[in-house]
Structures are given as C-alpha cells and as structure tokens.
Nanobody, 126 residues
Framework: QVQLVESGGGLVQTGGSLRLSCAAS????????MGWFRQAPGTEREFVAG???????????YYADSVKGRFTISRDNAKNTVYLQMNSLKPEDTAVYYC????????????????WGQGTQVTVSS
C-alpha cells in the first residue's frame, strides 16, 4: 500500500510558477506509475501528467495537451517523491491538484489509479 501527501500549492499570479511535490510512503515507490490530476469545482477530475515506473533519463512522460510545454513531471525514487513543475500558469489552471499511483502502465483516466493523496489547492489570479 502507498500513502501519498501533496504539498506546494498556493496562490500565484498569471505567468507565475509553482512546484508541487508528492511524498510517498513505502519501499516500492519506484515500481509505481505516478500521475498528477486536477479538479476544478463542478468538473470531472482530469489528467495533467504522468511518469512511468523506475525513473531515470529514459522515463516515459505524458502530458495533457493543455499543459504541454508549461508543466514538467519528474520523480526522485531515492526520496520517494514525484514533482510537478508548473510554469506560465494561467487562471484556467486553478484547481485542486492530486497525485496518484498505480501498478499499471501509464494511464490518463482517474479510475485507473489506485492510491490518491488528499490534494493541494492551486489558485492562479488574473
């Protein structure tokens, strides 16, 4: 089992940057595919970015079109942590951001992930 705790959210102006972190418990972190999702009020939870198991330069990463070129997902298996670097933030990026883990391959639907953090709020002001 994996427990996930997100941090790093906050209030930022349009064009600003934030880095989210997700710390995982357990000794098998490197075997999990990790994803970041977000949910704005009244909307379905949507995929933001994902990274395959085991880290390293050959990681497979995948991004939603809406964040491609602005967000970067990375992981540090030695620290049991996955990151989401968010640059050039827009008001439409405002949401609660969640990290999630699955033993499966990288997937983009929230139902494919088994473990979830509690979420961290990101608010981008115009």
């Amino acid at each position: 089992q994996v427990q996930l705790v997100e941090s790093g959210g906050g209030l930022v102006q349009t064009g600003g940057s934030l880095r989210l972190s997700c710390a995982a418990s357990g000794r098998t972190f490197s075997t999990y595919t990790m994803g970041w999702f977000r949910q704005a009020p009244g909307t379905e939870r949507e995929f933001v970015a994902g990274i395959s198991q085991r880290g390293g330069i050959t990681d497979y990463r995948y991004y939603a079109d809406s964040v491609k070129g602005r967000f970067t997902i990375s992981r540090d298996n030695a620290k049991n942590t996955v990151y989401l670097q968010m640059n050039s933030l827009k008001p439409e990026d405002t949401a609660v951001y969640y990290c999630a883990a699955t033993r499966d391959r990288l997937r983009t639907h929230w139902s494919e992930y088994t473990y979830w953090g509690q979420g961290t709020q990101v608010t981008v002001s115009s």
